[in-house]
């Protein structure tokens, strides 16, 4: 795989673009996902035409409607930020990002939660970034997330696992699009999906059975809306344990009586809490190799993504 291309908000990696002239560098971002991924930097401030250092800014008014303005002075900047925004994420459409980490709390990147002032000065986290905003307006099904979430170590490994994901999906649509590219995509991805929502899963499995009666456009569309929505949702011990023990009747007809009694024992072992995920996944693949089961060595829950980035192996 080429490395994953994430837009990233430039001073999480480092750079002095703040508006005091410094910098919020991410060593996660930069130093542990920048391994393998290769990020597009994007600082809004700076290129819709703003000095280093500048005025302070924030976000007033309304918050489906808010103004950019500058702390001290008042001015404000709303229309020239906008402006430029609705320019670069037009761009960014030949950048073949497969998502984006915004900096929290920020007027213009903010994803969520960024303090909006009304009418009396008085501050609420209800405001979402200029620039953020146009982003997510333009790409709503791409992964985003910003550096505060991402230090919650359930929401980082659903980012991760968000862009492998989408990474592959890019490279299935750069092949030519016939059905059997997209039958191997959704049968790879389906333990994985069944983790995350067994309803969105038979969804999908009734699109991809009826995929030659519909539009080309309309079915892709239909089936990656489908699979990062389900994506979305969170995994949780009894979902894994239920992919865990489907995964068992792969080997029924192979494992001796104690295998068995193994795998059903380190499965409990999980459900209880004791052991992480890992522990359960690492047999299981031990037994995929020993008993050549072709379904499940090619089954992405076994093996989402580099083992370096998979932080969350107690859920």
């Known amino acids: 795989m080429e490395p994953i291309r994430l837009g990233v908000s430039t001073c999480l990696l480092g750079e002095p673009v703040r508006f005091d002239g410094g910098h919020k560098l991410d060593r996660f971002v930069r130093d542990t996902l920048g391994r393998y991924v290769e990020f597009v930097p994007v600082c809004p401030e700076v290129e819709c035409g703003l ?3 500048r005025e302070a800014m924030h976000l007033s008014g309304d918050p489906d409607a808010p103004r950019l303005v500058t702390v001290r002075t008042g001015k404000d900047l709303t229309d020239q930020m906008r402006s430029w925004a609705a320019g670069r994420v037009g761009e960014l459409e ?3 990002l497969c998502g984006f980490i915004f900096k ?4 213009s990147s903010g994803m969520e939660r960024v303090k909006l002032h009304d009418a009396n000065h008085i501050p609420s986290p209800r405001g979402v970034g200029l620039f953020a905003r146009a982003f997510m307006d333009h790409f709503p099904l791409l992964p985003v997330e910003d550096d505060g979430r991402l230090h919650d170590a359930g929401l ?3 980012f991760i ?5 989408f990474k592959r999906w890019r490279e299935m649509l750069e092949e030519p699009r016939k059905l059997k590219h997209l039958v191997e995509f959704h049968s790879r991805h389906k333990l994985l999906v069944m983790a ?5 899963l038979r969804d999908l499995g009734k699109l991809v059975a009826h995929a030659q009666e519909l539009d080309a456009s ?5 089936y990656l809306k489908l699979l990062m929505e389900a994506l979305k949702l969170k995994l949780t011990v009894k979902k894994n344990s239920n992919v865990l023990q489907h995964m068992m009747g792969y080997f029924k007809k192979v494992l001796t009586p104690d295998e068995k009694q193994e795998l059903l024992e380190v499965i409990g072992t999980y459900q209880n809490g004791h052991v992480p995920l890992i522990v359960p996944i690492t047999l299981i693949n031990h037994y995929g190799r020993k008993y050549r089961e072709p379904y499940l060595s090619v089954q992405f829950f076994l093996n989402p993504h580099p083992i370096e980035l998979q932080l969350l ?3």
């Open 51 to 53: 000095s280093i250092p």
């Open 94 to 96: 030949g950048e073949q």
């Open 104 to 107: 929290s709390n920020s007027p």
């Open 156 to 158: 980082r490994e659903n």
């Open 161 to 165: 696992e968000r862009i492998f994901i």
């Open 196 to 200: 995350h929502s067994p309803k969105i």
């Open 218 to 222: 309309q079915f892709y569309g239909d």
């Open 313 to 315: 192996n107690h859920v």
